[in-house]
């Protein structure tokens, strides 16, 4: 298993450069989650996926779209990177079932740097 | 709405003396809450996690914490520090309406461990 992967690890854009981020997990996770981590803000929430299909928004979602066209990957898209996006992005995920939702696994991170 | 505050933003021990991060937490409904430890440029780790099940969660790397709900407290000691433990923590609670797994992350706690 190689959990959540997250591709790439690093990436510098201009300023309206557009770019998508993927992440991939094997675990048949249902749910999964896109954070971005800022210094002395902990992890907020952009967007998650409670299944293949949907998405919905996180705490801060603005300047940010994603997908999930298969269970196994969520993709993070921005359209027109601005400086205030330069950030640490984490992917995870985690099994659910009725009344259980499991812990998150995160993948490693990407580095994005905007110019 | 649920919360999550780390009393300490930074917190430094001499190697081999006691740890202790603090967390506060505010929810309405009975939480489940976590630690993650996240090391130098790299993904988040899950430390340990509270449901209900016993107030003294045991960890990994010989970390414990005690949800004591009288203080809304859950917070994270180790009797003896490590130089690997130089790390940042992260309190962590999940949300507990909408089946939707989401977690709110404290600030962080950054762990430095002197020789």
């Known amino acids: 298993n190689a959990g959540v992967t997250q591709t790439p690890k690093f990436r510098v854009l201009k300023t309206g450069q557009s770019m998508t981020l993927l992440c991939a997990q094997d675990m048949n996770h249902e749910y999964m989650y896109w954070y971005r981590q800022d210094p002395g803000m902990g992890l907020r929430l952009i967007h998650y996926s409670v299944g293949e299909g949907t998405t919905a928004k996180g705490e801060v979602p603005d300047g940010y779209n994603v997908s999930r066209l298969k269970k196994q990957n969520f993709l993070l898209g921005l359209e027109s990177a601005a400086p205030s996006q330069t950030s640490v992005y984490f992917c995870?995920?985690?099994?659910?079932?009725?009344?259980?939702?499991?812990?998150?696994?995160f993948g490693p991170g990407t580095r994005l740097t905007v110019t | 709405a649920q919360s999550v505050t780390q009393l300490d933003s930074h917190v430094s021990v001499s190697e081999g003396t006691p740890v202790l991060l603090r967390c506060n937490y505010s929810?309405?409904?009975?939480?489940?809450l976590f630690w993650y430890v996240q090391h130098p440029n790299k993904g988040l780790q899950l430390l340990l996690k509270?449901?209900?099940?016993?107030?003294l969660v045991k960890g990994i790397n010989g970390f414990e914490a005690e949800f004591k709900k009288s203080e809304t407290s859950f917070h994270l000691t180790k009797p003896s520090a490590h130089m690997s433990d130089a790390a940042e923590y992260f309190c962590?609670?999940?949300?507990?309406?909408?089946?939707?797994?989401?977690?709110?992350f404290g600030q962080g706690t950054t762990l430095q461990v002197k020789p």
């Open positions: 962590v609670v999940s949300e507990a309406s909408g089946n939707t797994g989401k977690l709110i």
């Open positions: 995870a995920s985690s099994y659910s079932s009725r009344d259980y939702i499991s812990r998150q696994y």
């Open positions: 509270y449901t209900s099940a016993a107030t």
């Open positions: 929810s309405s409904y009975s939480p489940s």
